[in-house]
């Protein structure tokens, strides 16, 4: 870095995910930059500045030769973003194909939607290996590489191969799991399991959300690889890797911010005293996933009013579904199913002056979605698996005045921390429509307690926190990384 640089001193920290956090656009020859959004987006938004951070991902789209010198010079002042720029369709193999059509299923217990083939697979080895190459040309003595998601999974080991020749071998890598990691006989119906495991296994540290999901992939170390492990480690080629659990957070500020706006403020307003005056309001906000169990939440909705009369023409359920993976068959049924289901409980509760059923195959503006949890009496999450889910904790943020209740899958990691939510298993219809009743019929005090419980957690486990401490623990066990792992 260049000696009067803000980045001077500072440690380098190469963040590495398959998408950059940031969208290219161009209008009349100028290329505009957006930020994207999403799970991962929001969780490392929030690490403090104390780092020299680069972001690493593919670029999400092709820019004419001519060009790709300037839209990379700008993307790096404008956000640290290094784009990959990886061949349409490679990438589409790697990412519809095996990431989305073969791990993202299989890792939330839908292998039955898992259709293996020999391409997707080779496709998602060369893409890891493009990254490690890319990486390789940039990555100092002393970095830190913190690898995300299920998309690089044999990143880590194809880096070290890159590195292998080079006096860079002091890098630290570690790898984070943004979703589950299914029970060891799941995770044994994938073909390749040695290679993904063995991929993972060259970074120094591990980590997941919950201890379910470390435990989860310890064992399938043990099973797969018939490796030494113990609570907080596996021993693999004589080396100690640390396995733990980091569970991902929020930046409330960021959320409690907005709320203070006046523009957020009036549309509150707005919708409380006019358009949804005298009802429950429920919000559900949702990538358009057939994890997120809507379906279930649906159907759930349906039984409610039909067992609940008094509650038809008061209660209203906003579902914002925003559309993702549009490219994979699966999510395509699932988006005809559900507006169907959409429109059947508004056919059958509805009339001229009452629709019970909000649906918005949509993504709302940042200021839009916190209007939505600020005026919400009641936040429903249904997945029926998740690996954390943050709508949980930025809904709590946005009720410090209401103190709404959330009523939430006990299949989503984020249930673990959640003491004072409204407890359900998605898969039982009654059970979701015991919970919507409960949280209509709770008392304030009771519903301020809850929230209390709730929100300490949300404001102290933040997306700083998390971030913060997975860095630290990998600077700590860097140093210490040939031991072996005592047992
Ligand atoms: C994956 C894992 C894990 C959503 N709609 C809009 C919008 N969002 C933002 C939310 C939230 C984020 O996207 C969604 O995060 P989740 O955690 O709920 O879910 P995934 O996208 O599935 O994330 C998940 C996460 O990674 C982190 O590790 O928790 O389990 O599946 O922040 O606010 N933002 C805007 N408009 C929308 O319409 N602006």
């Excluded at 790709?68 to 990412?95: C, F, N, R, S, T």
Aim: charged residues 20%; contains cysteine.
């Amino acid at each position: 870095d260049a000696p009067n640089s803000p980045n001077q001193g500072k440690q380098r920290l190469l963040t590495v995910a398959n998408r950059l956090p940031i969208t290219i656009k161009k209008n009349d020859g100028q290329y505009t930059y957006g930020k994207s959004s999403g799970g991962l987006v929001t969780g490392l938004s929030g690490l403090p500045d104390s780092y020299n951070a680069l972001w690493y991902g593919w670029a999400g789209t092709q820019v004419p030769e001519g060009d790709v010198a300037k839209v990379e010079e700008e993307m790096m002042k404008d956000q640290g973003g290094v784009p990959l720029w990886i061949e349409d369709d490679l990438m589409d193999m790697h990412y519809n194909g095996f990431s989305n059509g073969i791990l993202w299923p299989l890792f939330h217990y839908h292998a039955n939607d898992m259709a293996f083939e020999e391409e997707p697979w080779e496709a998602y080895v060369e893409v890891n290996k493009q990254f490690a190459r890319r990486i390789a040309q940039d990555v100092r003595s002393d970095d830190i590489v913190w690898v995300h998601d299920y998309h690089l999974m044999l990143f880590p080991q194809m880096l070290r191969e890159e590195l292998a020749s080079g006096n860079t071998t002091n890098v630290k890598i570690g790898f984070f799991l943004h979703t589950p990691f299914p029970s060891s006989t799941e995770f044994m119906k994938l073909p390749y399991r040695e290679r993904v495991l063995e991929g993972l296994l060259h970074s120094d540290l591990v980590g997941f959300h919950t201890y379910d999901y470390a435990r989860h992939f310890l064992s399938a170390c043990g099973k797969v690889l018939h490796l030494t492990t113990s609570p907080n480690g596996v021993t693999f080629q004589k080396k100690a890797v640390h396995v733990g659990a980091f569970p991902i957070g929020i930046n409330p500020e960021k959320e409690l911010k907005l709320m203070e706006k006046e523009s957020v403020i009036q549309r509150v307003t707005g919708l409380k005293q006019r358009q949804y005056k005298d009802k429950t309001v429920i919000i559900s906000v949702d990538r358009l996933d057939y994890i997120k169990g809507l379906p279930h939440k649906f159907h759930a909705y349906d039984m409610f009013l039909e067992h609940n009369p008094d509650q038809v023409g008061k209660v209203i359920l906003i579902q914002i579904a925003v559309p993702s993976r549009q490219d994979v068959k699966e999510y395509q049924v699932l988006r005809s199913h559900i507006s169907e289901l959409s429109g059947r409980i508004n056919g059958k509760y509805g009339n001229v002056d009452y629709q019970p059923l909000i649906y918005c195959y949509t993504s709302v503006p940042p200021e839009e979605l916190i209007a939505l949890y600020t005026m919400a009496d009641i936040c429903l999450i249904t997945s029926t698996r998740d690996g954390m889910n943050l709508v949980a904790y930025e809904y709590v943020t946005c009720q410090k005045n209401n103190h709404g209740s959330l009523v939430m899958s006990e299949f989503a990691g984020a249930a673990q921390s959640m003491k004072g939510c409204i407890m359900i298993n998605p898969w039982d219809t009654g059970e979701i429509m015991d919970g919507l009743r409960k949280a209509i019929d709770m008392e304030p005090p009771q519903r301020q307690q809850n929230w209390k419980r709730m929100n300490d957690y949300v404001q102290k486990f933040t997306s700083a926190y998390w971030g913060t401490s997975f860095i630290e623990e990998l600077m700590r066990i860097g140093s210490t990384h040939i031991q072996e792992v005592r047992m």
